[in-house]
């Protein structure tokens, strides 16, 4: 995968002809469809609750709903996880974990993404369960077992130790840069 910060510091400095180039070579039509997407990052096999994370993390990029990555979402995308202020991250984060799209967040949803991502990253190190009660304990302040977008965000902000570890299992460099390399193991 090579060197991480490198190749991915300077992404979006190239130049668009060259993204646009790259992104019709992995997709010819111009569009990505989940089915495309899970088999470009050699996704098979995977639990449900991996499926179900795949399929939230690509509809949260297909911002128009139409079911399809286009270039413009795939750059938007891009840009957020590689340039993103904090507060763009914290609002996609929070979008990702809103599985039901009722503007808060519950403890199962969040379950879940965790246990999602464990699942494709094949890394167990803390329970999700405990990872879920230390965010809820230390930012849901009004004890309701939601969070709201506002408590997300300020919790997450105001407790180092829980940006900390969302930055960590959040982070999608490594899907970025399967997508940068062009690898295509195809299923």
Do not use: C
Not at 40 to 52: D, F, I, K, W
Not at 83 to 92: A, H, M, P, S, V
């Amino acid at each position: 995968m090579g060197a991480q910060g490198s190749n991915l510091d300077d992404i979006l400095a190239e130049d668009m002809h060259h993204w646009y180039q790259k992104f019709m070579k992995e997709s010819p039509s111009g569009l990505v469809t989940l089915f495309e997407l899970k088999a470009m990052l050699s996704l098979t096999g995977m639990t449900q609750e991996a499926n179900s994370y795949v399929d939230q993390v690509f509809y949260t990029f297909d911002m128009d709903g139409d079911g399809y990555i286009d270039f413009v979402e795939y750059i938007a995308a891009l840009s957020l996880m590689l340039r993103g202020e904090i507060n763009q991250k914290l609002k996609w984060y929070f979008k990702l974990f809103d599985q039901d799209g009722n503007g808060k967040i519950d403890r199962e949803e969040m379950e879940t993404i965790f246990k999602a991502i464990q699942d494709i990253t094949r890394t167990y190190d803390i329970p999700p369960q405990d990872i879920v009660s230390l965010i809820y304990e230390n930012i849901d302040v009004n004890g309701e077992g939601e969070l709201t977008l506002e408590e997300f965000i300020s919790g997450a902000k105001d407790h180092p130790e829980i940006m900390d570890m969302l930055t960590k299992m959040m982070d999608l460099t490594n899907v970025l840069e399967i997508i940068l390399e062009g690898r295509q193991n195809g299923i």
